[in-house]
Nanobody, 119 residues
């Protein structure tokens, strides 16, 4: 069982920045692919950014060039640096991990952290 705990959300003005953190329990972090998603009211949860166990990253178009995902394996932590925030970035942000162990795929979610962007 893996637990993910997000932090760093809050209220920020448009154009500002926030950094989200997600700490993972257990010993699987170094082999796990990590990702950040978000969900706004009435919308489906959308993938924002992913980082593989090897450090490769990719981003969804709405956040490309503004958000950066990174990881610190020594701290079992994945980050999402969010710059140039827009009103449309308001959502609950979720951390996700996926990894394979004994040919079985494991997938876990954090509880989410609210990000609100205001004028």
């Amino acid at each position: 069982q893996v637990q993910l705990v997000e932090s760093g959300g809050g209220l920020v003005q448009a154009g500002g920045s926030l950094r989200l953190s997600c700490v993972a329990s257990g010993r699987i972090f170094s082999i796990a692919n990590m990702a950040w998603y978000r969900q706004s009211p009435g919308k489906q949860r959308e993938l924002l950014a992913r980082i593989t166990s090897g450090g490769s990253t990719d981003y969804a178009d709405p956040v490309k060039g503004r958000f950066t995902i990174s990881r610190d394996n020594a701290k079992n932590t994945v980050y999402l640096q969010m710059n140039s925030l827009k009103l449309d970035d308001t959502a609950v942000y979720y951390c996700n991990t996926q990894y394979w162990m004994l040919s079985i795929s494991h997938n876990y979610w954090g509880q989410g952290t609210q990000v609100t962007v205001s004028l």
